[in-house]
Protein backbone atom coordinates (compact mmCIF):
# COMPACT_ATOMS: atom_id res chain seq x y z
CA UNK A 1 0.00 0.00 0.00
CA UNK A 2 3.10 2.11 0.76
CA UNK A 3 4.61 1.79 -2.43
CA UNK A 4 0.90 2.32 -4.55
CA UNK A 5 0.96 5.91 -2.43
CA UNK A 6 4.39 6.51 -3.30
CA UNK A 7 3.95 6.10 -6.68
CA UNK A 8 0.85 7.80 -7.23
CA UNK A 9 2.57 10.82 -5.51
CA UNK A 10 5.91 10.29 -7.84
CA UNK A 11 3.63 10.51 -10.92
CA UNK A 12 1.49 13.60 -9.76
CA UNK A 13 4.84 15.53 -9.18
CA UNK A 14 6.39 14.34 -12.50
CA UNK A 15 2.91 15.26 -14.35
CA UNK A 16 3.55 19.18 -12.67
CA UNK A 17 6.96 19.50 -13.52
CA UNK A 18 5.89 18.03 -17.13
CA UNK A 19 2.97 20.67 -17.50
CA UNK A 20 5.37 23.71 -15.61
CA UNK A 21 8.08 22.98 -18.60
CA UNK A 22 5.85 22.93 -21.23
CA UNK A 23 4.43 26.32 -20.45
CA UNK A 24 8.09 28.18 -20.68
CA UNK A 25 7.32 32.09 -20.74
CA UNK A 26 10.79 32.70 -22.34
CA UNK A 27 9.80 31.14 -26.08
CA UNK A 28 9.31 33.85 -28.12
CA UNK A 29 5.84 31.82 -30.05
CA UNK A 30 4.46 32.17 -26.41
CA UNK A 31 3.61 35.86 -25.97
CA UNK A 32 2.34 35.89 -29.79
CA UNK A 33 -0.17 33.65 -28.35
CA UNK A 34 -1.13 36.57 -26.23
CA UNK A 35 -2.36 39.56 -28.32
CA UNK A 36 -4.06 41.65 -25.37
CA UNK A 37 -1.05 41.60 -23.39
CA UNK A 38 0.74 45.43 -23.61
CA UNK A 39 4.41 45.64 -25.07
CA UNK A 40 5.38 45.64 -21.65
CA UNK A 41 3.95 42.09 -20.87
CA UNK A 42 5.29 40.67 -24.03
CA UNK A 43 8.83 42.21 -23.78
CA UNK A 44 8.73 40.67 -20.10
CA UNK A 45 7.35 37.15 -21.45
CA UNK A 46 10.69 37.14 -23.48
CA UNK A 47 13.19 37.69 -21.31
CA UNK A 48 14.30 41.19 -22.74
CA UNK A 49 15.73 43.86 -20.33
CA UNK A 50 13.17 46.61 -19.18
CA UNK A 51 13.39 49.60 -20.69
CA UNK A 52 13.93 52.88 -18.23
CA UNK A 53 12.35 55.04 -20.67
CA UNK A 54 8.65 56.10 -20.51
CA UNK A 55 6.31 58.69 -22.70
CA UNK A 56 3.88 60.58 -20.67
CA UNK A 57 1.82 62.48 -22.82
CA UNK A 58 -0.34 65.56 -21.76
CA UNK A 59 -2.70 66.76 -24.99
CA UNK A 60 -0.06 67.13 -28.10
CA UNK A 61 2.64 67.25 -26.01
CA UNK A 62 4.76 64.61 -25.41
CA UNK A 63 7.50 64.15 -22.28
CA UNK A 64 10.31 61.59 -21.80
CA UNK A 65 10.97 60.40 -18.31
CA UNK A 66 13.06 58.08 -16.70
CA UNK A 67 12.20 55.39 -14.91
CA UNK A 68 13.80 54.04 -11.28
CA UNK A 69 15.04 50.88 -10.96
CA UNK A 70 12.68 49.57 -8.15
CA UNK A 71 9.65 47.45 -7.37
CA UNK A 72 7.72 50.16 -7.15
CA UNK A 73 8.35 50.94 -10.91
CA UNK A 74 8.75 47.50 -11.98
CA UNK A 75 4.91 47.32 -10.70
CA UNK A 76 3.67 50.10 -12.64
CA UNK A 77 5.53 49.20 -15.79
CA UNK A 78 3.22 46.30 -16.01
CA UNK A 79 0.00 48.32 -15.93
CA UNK A 80 1.32 50.40 -18.75
CA UNK A 81 -0.23 51.70 -20.56
CA UNK A 82 -1.97 53.67 -18.78
CA UNK A 83 -4.37 57.31 -19.22
CA UNK A 84 -5.42 58.53 -16.83
CA UNK A 85 -7.31 61.61 -15.52
CA UNK A 86 -5.24 63.12 -12.78
CA UNK A 87 -6.68 65.44 -10.26
CA UNK A 88 -4.97 68.93 -9.24
CA UNK A 89 -3.78 69.79 -5.80
CA UNK A 90 -2.16 73.03 -3.84
CA UNK A 91 -0.92 74.18 -7.23
CA UNK A 92 2.19 71.98 -8.24
CA UNK A 93 0.94 68.87 -8.42
CA UNK A 94 -1.78 66.01 -10.53
CA UNK A 95 -2.11 62.95 -9.12
CA UNK A 96 -4.05 59.84 -9.31
CA UNK A 97 -5.37 57.28 -6.57
CA UNK A 98 -4.28 54.09 -8.50
CA UNK A 99 -6.49 50.76 -8.05
CA UNK A 100 -3.97 48.62 -6.80
CA UNK A 101 -0.76 49.28 -4.14
CA UNK A 102 2.83 49.70 -5.45
CA UNK A 103 5.61 48.48 -3.09
CA UNK A 104 7.02 51.23 -1.31
CA UNK A 105 10.62 52.72 0.21
CA UNK A 106 9.60 55.97 1.23
CA UNK A 107 11.95 58.85 1.87
CA UNK A 108 11.62 62.69 2.42
CA UNK A 109 13.43 63.79 -0.77
CA UNK A 110 13.79 67.53 1.17
CA UNK A 111 13.13 69.42 -2.36
CA UNK A 112 10.63 68.29 -5.11
CA UNK A 113 11.49 69.13 -8.55
CA UNK A 114 9.13 69.73 -11.59
CA UNK A 115 9.11 66.89 -13.71
CA UNK A 116 9.27 64.25 -10.44
CA UNK A 117 6.93 61.40 -10.83
CA UNK A 118 6.65 59.74 -7.17
CA UNK A 119 4.29 57.74 -5.25
CA UNK A 120 2.64 58.58 -1.99
CA UNK A 121 1.58 56.31 0.23
CA UNK A 122 1.39 52.64 -1.52
CA UNK A 123 -1.65 53.91 -4.33
CA UNK A 124 -1.36 57.30 -5.23
CA UNK A 125 0.51 58.39 -8.41
CA UNK A 126 2.04 61.97 -8.38
CA UNK A 127 3.43 64.51 -10.98
CA UNK A 128 4.74 67.36 -9.88
CA UNK A 129 4.94 70.45 -12.11
CA UNK A 130 6.43 72.64 -9.39
CA UNK A 131 9.74 73.03 -7.80
CA UNK A 132 9.40 73.18 -3.65
CA UNK A 133 10.28 71.93 -0.45
CA UNK A 134 8.45 69.11 1.24
CA UNK A 135 8.23 66.87 4.35
CA UNK A 136 5.97 64.24 3.05
CA UNK A 137 7.41 61.29 2.32
CA UNK A 138 7.47 59.46 -1.37
CA UNK A 139 8.47 56.68 -3.24
CA UNK A 140 10.71 57.64 -6.31
CA UNK A 141 9.50 56.43 -9.42
CA UNK A 142 11.13 58.81 -12.10
CA UNK A 143 11.92 62.18 -13.69
CA UNK A 144 10.56 63.63 -16.62
CA UNK A 145 13.97 64.15 -18.32
CA UNK A 146 12.99 67.93 -20.30
CA UNK A 147 10.39 69.33 -17.71
CA UNK A 148 10.25 72.68 -19.23
CA UNK A 149 6.62 73.78 -20.66
CA UNK A 150 5.50 70.76 -18.20
CA UNK A 151 3.33 73.38 -15.96
CA UNK A 152 1.45 75.09 -19.06
CA UNK A 153 0.82 71.08 -20.45
CA UNK A 154 -0.87 70.65 -17.24
CA UNK A 155 -2.59 74.02 -16.61
CA UNK A 156 -4.87 74.51 -13.57
CA UNK A 157 -7.30 71.85 -13.29
CA UNK A 158 -7.86 68.00 -13.97
CA UNK A 159 -5.64 66.82 -16.97
CA UNK A 160 -5.56 63.87 -18.66
CA UNK A 161 -2.26 62.10 -19.12
CA UNK A 162 -1.34 59.35 -20.94
CA UNK A 163 2.23 57.01 -19.48
CA UNK A 164 3.10 54.42 -21.68
CA UNK A 165 7.15 52.97 -22.60
CA UNK A 166 8.67 54.11 -25.05
Not at 3 to 14: D, H, I, N, P, T
Not at 70 to 90: F, G, I, Q, Y
Not at 127 to 151: C, H, K, M, N, V
Amino acid sequence: MVMVKSRGAALFAASILVGLTSCDASKPDQSAAVPSASAENRERLSNQPVGKKMNVTIGTKTFTATLEDNPATAKLRAMLPLTLDMSELNGNEKLYRLPTTLPTTAANPGTIRDGDLMLWQADTLVLFYETFQTTYRYTRLGRIDEPSGLAAAVGTGSVTVTFELE
